[in-house]
Structures are given as C-alpha cells and as structure tokens.
C-alpha cells in the first residue's frame, strides 16, 4: 500500500500528482458526457466522471469542470445543459468528448433538450438541467444543476476504473 503525503505542501512535482491521480483513480466510476451550448449557441461537450446525485427532493446533480476550461462559458447560474449517461457501446463516445475538437458533435444522432440543447442518443440515462450554482473549489468549478428532465433506458453502463474503461460485472451473492 503507498501511502502518499499531503499534509505538509502543496503537491507541486509530477510524480506527486501521477500518485494522487492513481489514488483518485482506484475509485471506480460511470461516464458522462455532457453537453451544453455556449453563449453564441455553439454546441459544446466534455467527458466528465465526476457525476454524482445531490438531491431527490427537489431533484438535483453535480459534477466538477476544470476552472479555465473553454467550456465554462456554457454552464453560467441559470443555463441549460445535460449529462449524458454512457453506457458500454459509447467508449468511442467518451474518447471524441475527453479532446478538444472544433466539433465534437460531427456525426453523431441528437435529440433536443432544455433550451435546445443536444442530448445523445443512446445513451443509457439523461438529465436536463440548469445551472442552480457553481462554487469554485481548488483547480475545479463545481457545478450544482436542478434536474428539469430524466431519461432512461435498458443497457449496461460503461465503467471508468484506474484509467481504463470497464464493464460492470455482477459477483456472486
Ligand atoms: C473518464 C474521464 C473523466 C473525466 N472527467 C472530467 C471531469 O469530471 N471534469 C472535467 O473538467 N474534466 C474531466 N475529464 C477531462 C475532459 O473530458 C477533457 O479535459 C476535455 O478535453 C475537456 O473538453 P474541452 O477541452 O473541450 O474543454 C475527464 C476525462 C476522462 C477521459
């Protein structure tokens, strides 16, 4: 077991953060994909595994996005946007949304959600919500979103775990 350090400084060396990283990464995870549009109505996206439910009642999400991304634009106090559920067909999904890209969107089938924004087919859940608040935390913006819409299907949902994509096995009982 490595046992890794942080309450003395700041982890400014590489190594330091590659082993803060694995050790974020021992805890697996769901793929989102989410989707917004920027003020200029362009369509934006990123792969976000940060997803996690908030709030059933009234109902509720969050996730993280890196302060200083090119998407932060989109996901202002009182915005749209969606998180996209992947399931285990949308790898390639997850790989086309985690680069930047002048259009990420090229190809793929869309549907409409809130305010127009795209939702994509096939995914395995989706929320539409905006944009109830962002608190800035360390190097990411967490943002807080009430859901306004949940869709969902049959499938099985694609896993990140220590930096790879997984299925998600049942054990025995
Ligand atoms: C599995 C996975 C999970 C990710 N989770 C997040 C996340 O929670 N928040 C975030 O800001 N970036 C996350 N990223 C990184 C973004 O997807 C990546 O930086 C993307 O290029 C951002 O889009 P942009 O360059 O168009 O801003 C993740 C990437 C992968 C592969």
Known sequence: MTRLNLSRDAIGD?????????????????VTVITALLPDRRRTGLTVNSFTSLSLEPAMILWNLRAGSPSEPAFGKGRAFAVNVLATAQQEVS???????????????????????????GSLAAF????????????????????????????????????????????AA
Do not use: N
């Open 14 to 30: 590489a190594a330091s953060q590659r082993q803060l990283r694995d050790a974020f990464g021992r805890f697996a995870t769901g």
């Open 95 to 121: 790989q086309r949304f985690c680069r930047p890209a002048d259009d990420k969107f090229a190809g793929l089938a869309l549907e409409d959600g809130v305010d127009g924004v795209p939702v994509l087919t």
């Open 128 to 171: 539409e919500c905006r944009v109830e608040d962002t608190v800035t935390c360390g190097d990411h913006r967490i943002v807080i979103g009430r859901v306004l819409a949940a869709r969902y299907g049959e499938g099985e949902p694609l896993i990140y775990s220590q930096g790879r994509y997984c299925t998600a096995a049942q054990l």
